[in-house]
């Protein structure tokens, strides 16, 4: 079994910057805001007959969905 040679990855076709990622400034509002939302779809996915979109059309799935976030914020 041989090896085949090391290539470096810029001999490869690759840029040497796609490597690196650049990181975006922490936004701790934002992060707060986007878990808000991220949980509250999570709460409404508990509901079975959302999480399945079990009506077929859309005037009882979003009857459904307003049901749903009414008991969840009455909660």
């Given at each position: 079994m041989?090896?085949?040679p090391h290539r470096p990855r810029h001999a490869a076709g690759h840029?040497?910057?796609s490597y690196s990622k650049?990181?975006?400034a922490f936004d701790p509002i934002a992060y707060k805001r986007r878990n808000i939302i991220?949980?509250?779809f999570c709460r409404?996915?508990?509901w079975r007959r959302i999480a399945t979109r079990y009506d077929k059309l859309m005037?009882?799935?979003e009857a459904t969905?307003?049901?749903a976030?009414?008991?969840i914020w009455w909660a």
């Open positions: 041989t090896r085949l840029s040497q910057q650049a990181h975006a991220e949980r509250t409404l996915k508990d005037i009882n799935f969905v307003y049901i976030a009414l008991v």
